[in-house]
């Protein structure tokens, strides 16, 4: 989804699992390059709160490193998959200073993988201070972005990172919905 941020002149957050980092590094670099986020978002995408705390740290500390490696940057936030969070995953993030990105709009693509639906659904939750969730695994959420991107620039939105969103001001371990 590099492509629609980019043409639309706006940077976007990208959360990465990092086993597909392992095989397309070049990705995660790209988005690097181009200005946009990019976030840990585990390892193999389990739902962290099932897992002991020693399967939490493996989860988030491997991806944290092929991330830090293929970018030369570490990430500084997590989304943890299906937003299931608990207090041990918490402690583990706090513990690695990431705080835990979730979001209060869900737009449902991996769903309802229909770009119509996911750009209504981003329209009608988008307010200010919005974290809209969108997979960019599925083509119909890449081409819904560029009507999206327009529709939001034409109501006066200004379209940001997360970390721009929420000022900077996040601390490791708590959750952040949205400002």
Do not use: C
Request: net charge positive; charged share 15%.
């Amino acid at each position: 989804m590099l492509a629609e941020p980019a043409a639309a002149h706006v940077h976007a957050t990208f959360f990465l699992i990092g086993q597909n980092v392992a095989r397309y590094a070049g990705q995660a670099r790209a988005e690097v390059a181009a200005g946009d986020v990019i976030g840990n978002h585990s390892w193999s995408h389990p739902q962290l709160t099932l897992l002991s705390s020693r399967a939490i740290r493996r989860e988030v500390d491997r991806t944290q490193k092929v991330i830090r490696t293929a970018t030369g940057v570490p990430p500084a936030l997590m989304r943890p998959p299906y937003g299931a969070v608990n207090s041990r995953v918490l402690t583990q993030l706090a513990r690695r200073d990431l705080p835990a990105i979730l979001w209060n709009v869900d737009t449902e693509d991996w769903k309802n993988r229909s770009a119509r639906v996911t750009s209504q659904r981003a329209l009608a939750g988008a307010r200010p201070g919005a974290i809209v969730l969108m997979h960019d695994i599925h083509p119909t959420t890449v081409q819904a972005v560029p009507g999206i991107v327009a529709a939001l620039k034409a109501r006066g939105f200004t379209l940001v990172t997360v970390p721009q969103q929420l000022d900077g001001q996040l601390t490791g371990g708590h959750a952040y919905f949205g400002r």
